[in-house]
Nanobody, 117 residues
Framework: QVQLVESGGGLVQAGGSLRLSCAVS????????VGWYRQAPGKQRELVAR???????IYVDSVKGRFTISRDNAKNTVFLQMNSLKPEDTAVYYC???????????WGQGTQVIVSS
């Protein structure tokens, strides 16, 4: 079964850093447009960052200058480098990907990020 496998979440102090990974498992399809989303308790899910296959990126204003989304197409993996973390970044982070040449769309299992004061 094809899956998106996320890793890298954890508990960090404010000002710290984490690097999230999102990798395809069980498929030879190439990731196309990929987004990182997050959902905090009692809040709606929001798009945090998005990256095209060619590397074009967008970010939600609240993370600009602190987060960087990147990808390694050869490894079918996308990363989210999170620096200068703030308590308001606390959420479950989810990866979502479209695939080249396929209508397939998948979500990762989610990875918890907790930032303490």
């Amino acid at each position: 079964q094809v899956q998106l496998v996320e890793s890298g979440g954890g508990l960090v102090q404010a000002g710290g850093s984490l690097r999230l990974s999102c990798a395809v498992s069980g498929s030879t399809f190439s990731m196309d447009l990929v987004g990182w989303y997050r959902q905090a308790p009692g809040k709606q899910r929001e798009l945090v960052a998005r990256i095209s296959r060619g590397g074009y990126t967008i970010y939600v204003d609240s993370v600009k200058g602190r987060f960087t989304i990147s990808r390694d197409n050869a490894k079918n993996t996308v990363f989210l480098q999170m620096n200068s973390l703030k308590p308001e970044d606390t959420a479950v982070y989810y990866c979502n990907t479209q695939f080249v040449g396929s209508p397939m769309n998948l979500w990762g299992q989610g990875t918890q990020v907790i930032v303490s004061s």
